[in-house]
Every structure is written in C-alpha cells, then in structure tokens.
C-alpha cells in the first residue's frame, strides 16, 4: 500500500482523490502518523490509502504474472459488486484451471486472496471462478443440502455433509438460514471441515 504525507488530513485525501481520479469517499485509508507543528505550521498527516481500483489492478498484474509463469493464456475479467471481487477465468482448456474436483481452481483462489490480504493488510472477499464451475457448483451443493434438510426435518435425525470449502459452507449457511427447524453447524478441522444440518423444535 502507498503512503502519502501532507499538511492535513483533509489535504492529503484530495492529493490521493487527485492522483486516482477518484472521489474522497472511494479511498480506504489508515492515518499512520500525525504530527503537530509549532503554532500551526509545520504539521503533517501521513496515511496509508487504497481504493478497490488498486485491488482491481493488484488482482490483473498477479494473475498476469502467475499464468505467465505457468505459460497458460487466460482471459481475465473482474467484477466488483459491492466489497466482492469476482474474478473470472476462461482459457483454452479451463479443465486444467478447475482441476480434479475444483482442487486446481481452490488453490489458485486460496494463493489470491493469501496476496490481496496481505498487500492491503485487510480481509478482502474474492471469488475466483471458471466458465461458471463455482456458480454452477453453488446451484449443486444448495440442491444436495436442500433434500437433506427436508429429510431432517421430517426424521428429526442430525445429517452430516460431505467436507467441502469455506465458499460453499458459507452458501449452504445462507440458502438454509431461513428454513423452519432447521440449523446448520461447521465442524471438523482443516479438509475435514463440513456442514452437520441439525432438526430444530419451535420451542428452542
């Protein structure tokens, strides 16, 4: 992340509005050091600052380089809605990207985001995605967890998932979460993690 120094806090927002042509509210930043001058001059602000056009660009240049390395040719899209940044891929053959069960297409997300989070020193949610193996996958997973919440609820009986990544625990979470009775849970560590989709009674 670039740093910036001026006299005021207000003024170096404008200097970095100025230099990403963008407005003020659209910079991310974290003031670093204030210091007070002698009757008013002299004083500085320096701040650390980024916008999602940075994240945007950081994203391009790192798989650039990372499918170069690989000597793979691949199209790059991003789109940005709201804090997500949704990366889509598309090569000659995108079976290679996605891997054997989506191995491939997981590490190279997991590499991502390990570089974005440490570049801009915050959580940034980024999906990365192939020919719309993930969304496809979603619509997949929401299926297989909806029969079997409804068998729960009918027997009452706990049924354990299959392990399965962090992104598609998170979409089961959120197309079950307003199903009557029923609750989901995370347990396991590391590739063991699943889903346990448990019967809830209205009196809980």
């Not at 008013?40 to 602000?45: D, I, K, R, S, V």
Request: overall charge neutral.
């Amino acid at each position: 992340m670039k740093k910036y120094t001026a006299k005021t806090l207000d003024e170096v927002l404008k200097q970095i509005a100025q230099e990403k042509n963008c407005s003020i509210e659209e910079i991310t930043y974290e003031v670093l050091e204030e210091k007070k001058g002698i009757l008013g001059f002299g004083g500085t602000t320096t701040v650390k600052a980024y916008t999602k056009q940075d994240i945007k660009e950081f994203i391009f240049e790192y798989l650039g380089t990372y499918f170069t390395d690989l000597n793979q040719a691949v199209s790059i899209e991003i789109i940005v809605e709201e804090d997500t940044f949704k990366v889509v891929l598309d090569a000659e053959n995108n079976a290679i990207i996605i891997g054997k069960a989506g191995q491939t297409l997981r590490a190279i997300s997991n590499v991502l985001k390990a570089a974005v989070n440490n570049t801009f020193e915050k959580r940034v949610n980024v999906l990365v995605d192939v020919g719309n193996y993930k969304e496809d996958r979603y619509r997949k997973v929401k299926r297989i967890a909806q029969r079997v919440a409804r068998e729960v609820k009918k027997t009452h009986i706990d049924a354990a998932l299959d392990p399965m990544p962090n992104d598609e625990r998170k979409v089961i979470h959120q197309y079950l979460s307003g199903m009557p009775n029923i609750k989901t849970e995370s347990e396991g560590e590391g590739i063991k993690r699943h889903l346990v989709i448990k019967y809830v009674s209205n009196e809980n």
